[in-house]
């Protein structure tokens, strides 16, 4: 196989990492917002926190994970996306700068603070639309090259609906996920409160992600028809997505299961996400930039790979430790020590 | 607007902006851990819970200052493409490597960071704690080893040919072992400890000068003034390479901080000073011989000066200030710190006096006034490169409009976390004194 190949794919799924785990996160502060105005909180509060505590850095070094590697394998993606996406990633990184400092400023600091709660919810929302803006962009339309240099266009980028497609799409499928997620860990915790709570968010939002993802699809048709093609040429894996959908959905109708409902809504958005990122192929930003004219010299990425093996060596049993000091520990998720 | 829109002046604004309140927080993130494991690590030795509970709160107050620090390092590391996307182009072939390896030190930093400050409670064996600092304090050094590599190449490339405006021949390791980077390493890693020691020996002298007289803060004062001369002491010995480094590699750096103009023997080295209307250096304090022996151990050696860079190849004159106040707030703080060490030895009574405390307060805002000095004169003394050598700063930057709008954004950004860290970490300690927190823990353990 091609070592561009490899290395799109690679951080392809540390990106998809990063939407499942930060979703988690931007979610649990938009129900922990609106647990206050529906003076819910005393149920949500302690489960959220638990978790989010321990992972919060974690969540953010995924992000920074990506972005380094990308501009290490494909250099070029630095010049093209650093140039024309710089208004929306800068708001994107002011909302997750807010965000982060402040929930270590309220967990570990200051005094509980109604509106900076607001705050923190709205955030997290927003974020995912910043930097859906990206998926946007690489779909080609929205771009134009003016003297040699990529100029965004912004005003086609606001109206077009593609982009709010995705904005929806991205919004409410952090909140299904991070329901979903939730749900399953107050079950752990033996929560029934809490686990009642947001089995009923993760139903509600089950509806409006099926719907907004099928709504890019026909965008799609309208924006970019050979992108369509492409799509439909793979529409058995966005089929076998839309079953694991079925499935997660149905487990929480049935009540039970629940760590099995997640993995499964793990399973549909891998499914969908990596549908998705292979009918792009070969293009990183369409037309203008693939993968091939993209990639670092061969020495680089031979040096890349390696230290790529030899982090994850020191990695990965670094985060078995910490998922199951944290996340798997019965004793801790209930509430010990 | 009122200005005319320069995407260069901008993103060099935002740049050194963004970094200029990063490196605060970052120098604190490299240094404490390690002062928390040596506070835990002596705790355990002589079996004293002051310096356990030194090693509890500097923890506490460190997660504030860490989670500013991941989320401005995380803008500075999207800010390099964003702001310097054709810079980022070239040299992401080159030296991407030191930067991805340098996530991966944050990754293990942020994952053993994480376990350490849940676990307060689950082991009660206080080694295991120790145990779990020691990644942490690895992941934060090493973070800073890694990115420090990544600004060595930029003052020093190597590793590449440029063919035609083609990089060829490329070689990643040869880039991370370029020649700046032996001695920038060192004086990063050993300026991070000494100021964390500093900034922590500040806080504990603060609550002396107030009339607090506790055992627990002379304590902690004395063990981070001791670690600060020690790191002191490391300090003005990398920084003698350091000007060795730049007489050899970067002469122009070195000539523009002491205001050396003729290339000659016997130079002197000019501490502060003007320069008047005919560039001649007026009202500084001349120290003989001393910059031939800065630039090569040698009173005579002939040291060469900043007429030899072309005119429009030479750093600004100003970096002069930056150096000047760098290395005398280096000088002050080995010498008080050590003094304080001897007095302290010899049972002098001014170690007791407020306003000897007062002075003993100020070095940790002097330590950081020192860190920025010395990055402002480490880049402003590599302009008008961004490579040197290879690329101007202003081709490396991006086309894009409205980098002054998010220069605003940013600087609201920054005035806003800065200072909610401040009234955070204020509160967090005056609502729960030290005194409190020792009663509470004899408490705890039925000792009352």
Known sequence: MDLEIIGISVLWLFLFGYIIIASIDFGAGFFSAYSELTKTRHILHHIIQRYLSPVWEV???????????????????????????????????VLIAIRGSYYAFQTYGAKDSKLYIFLYGVAGLLIPASLSIVLTVSEGGFVDIV????????????????????????????????????????????????????????LAWSGPTALAAGLIVLQMRAHNIERFENIMDLWWIFALSGVFFVITVALLLMRKY??????????????????????????????????????????????????????????????????????????????GK | MFWEYDPVTFSRTLTGLTLAFHIIYATIGVGIPLMIAIAQWIGIKKNDEHYILLARRWARGFVITVAVGVVTGTAIGLQLSLLWPNFMELAGHVIALPLFMETFAFFFEAIFLGIYLYTWDRFENQKKHLLLLIPVAIGAAFSAFFITIVNAFMNTPQGFDLVNGALVNIDPIAAMLNPAMPTKVAHVLSTAFMTSAFVLASIAAFRLFKGNNHVYHKKALFLMMKVGFIFSVATVIVGDFSGKFLAEYQPEKLAAAEWHFETEEEA?????????????????????????????????????????TPEEERP?????????????????????????????????????????????????????????????????????????????VSDGATSAGYVDWMLFLFAGLYIVLGTASVIVLTKMFKKNPVEQELADHAYERGEW
């Open chain 2, 316 to 392: 600004p004159l100003f970096v002069h200030y930056f150096f000047d106040l760098m290395v005398t707030i280096g000088m002050w703080l080995t010498f008080i710190s050590g003094f304080y060490w001897f007095a302290v030895k010899k049972g002098w009574k001014i170690i007791r006096k407020k306003s000897f405390n007062f002075v003993l307060f100020l070095s940790g805002p002097l330590a950081m006034i020192a860190i920025e000095m010395g990055w402002f004169y480490a880049e402003f003394g590599r302009q008008p490169w961004i490579l040197r050598g290879y690329m101007m």
């Open chain 1, 147 to 202: 003297n040699d240099q990529p100029v965004l266009l912004y005003e086609e980028l606001f109206f077009s609906p593609l982009t709010w497609s995705i904005v929806i799409l991205s919004i409410v499928s952090v909140l299904y996920i991070s329901a979903t997620f939730l749900t399953a860990y107050a079950d752990v915790a033996k929560d029934e409160a809490a686990k009642n709570l947001l089995r009923k968010y993760a």
């Open chain 1, 59 to 93: 969540t953010n070094v995924f992000l920074v994970f990506f972005f380094v590697g990308m501009v290490g394998f494909f250099p070029s993606s630095a010049y093209y996306y650093g140039t024309v996406l710089l208004v929306p990633v800068s708001i994107g990184i």
């Open chain 1, 258 to 335: 629940y760590s099995t409902a997640f993995w499964s809504l793990v399973i549909q958005f891998a499914l969908a996400f990596f549908g998705y990122g292979i009918s792009h192929y070969p293009y990183l930003m369409y037309p203008y930039l693939t993968i091939y004219d993209g990639f670092t010299n061969e020495a680089m990425a031979t040096a890349l790979i390696v230290a790529f093996i030899a982090g994850f060596a020191l990695l990965i049993p670094s985060l078995f430790l910490l998922a199951r000091l944290f996340l798997f520990n019965k004793k801790y998720v209930k509430g």
């Open chain 2, 268 to 308: 002197p080295l000019i501490l502060y000073g003007w320069l008047d209307d005919k560039g001649e250096v007026k009202g500084g304090l001349e120290i003989p011989y001393a910059l031939s022996i800065l630039a090569h151990g040698n009173p005579t050696a002939e040291v060469e000066g900043l007429n030899e």
